[in-house]
């Protein structure tokens, strides 16, 4: 027997074994390239060991209204592309969503900020955008207004590149 081999039935009793790891937050806004953003999201929360948070961007709500909750019908169409690759990679996730600001005239970082605060507001320390992503809300973007308020990180997922049918249009 080998006694310099640890014991496998022991538990690990280091602070950082037994706290919960941030989650991971893939920034869906109903695009085709959102099925990259969650494949990239779901590695890198595998890796972590880490849950995922799953972040619709809506549009801006009207005046007066009621913000979208995180169980709305509009949210679970966002979600909608995810949900296979989710069930596939049995990763435990969470829904949140932001309204993207109804006035442009606010400064171009300010849409970016806002989607920040939404991660930082549920202790996300990864964001994973699109590089392609909204106006405003592009990995480009978002990693300039994480720059300037240091952190959290953002990973910049590429978009899907577009293949064309391999079987032509009937009728030419």
């Keep these: 027997m080998n006694s310099t081999r640890p ?3 022991s538990t690990p009793t280091t602070p950082s074994a037994t706290r919960r790891r941030s989650p991971v937050a893939a920034v869906l806004a109903d695009r085709l ?3 990259a ?3 990239a999201a779901v590695r890198l929360a595998a890796a972590r060991g880490a849950p995922l948070l799953l972040i619709a961007v809506m549009p801006p709500p009207p005046p007066r209204a009621r913000t979208v909750h ?3 019908m ?3 169409a966002v979600l909608g592309r995810a949900m296979p690759r989710l069930a596939r990679a049995g ?3 969470r829904a949140a969503v932001h309204h993207r600001p109804a006035v442009r005239e606010s400064g171009r ?3 970016a900020k806002a989607l920040l605060d939404t991660a930082v507001l549920y202790g996300c320390s990864l964001l994973v955008v699109s590089r392609s992503g909204p106006a405003d809300l592009d990995a480009g973007m978002v990693m300039e207004a994480a720059t300037l308020r240091c952190g959290p990180f953002v990973h910049a997922a590429s978009p899907v590149p577009w293949v064309p049918p391999a079987v032509p249009c009937p009728g030419r």
Excluded: G, K
Aim: net charge negative.
């Design 7 to 9: 014991n496998s039935s």
């Design 91 to 93: 990763i435990e996730y």
């Design 33 to 35: 390239d959102d099925t």
């Design 70 to 72: 995180p169980d709305s």
């Design 37 to 39: 953003v969650v494949d």
């Design 109 to 111: 970082l300010h849409a």
């Design 74 to 76: 509009a949210v679970r």
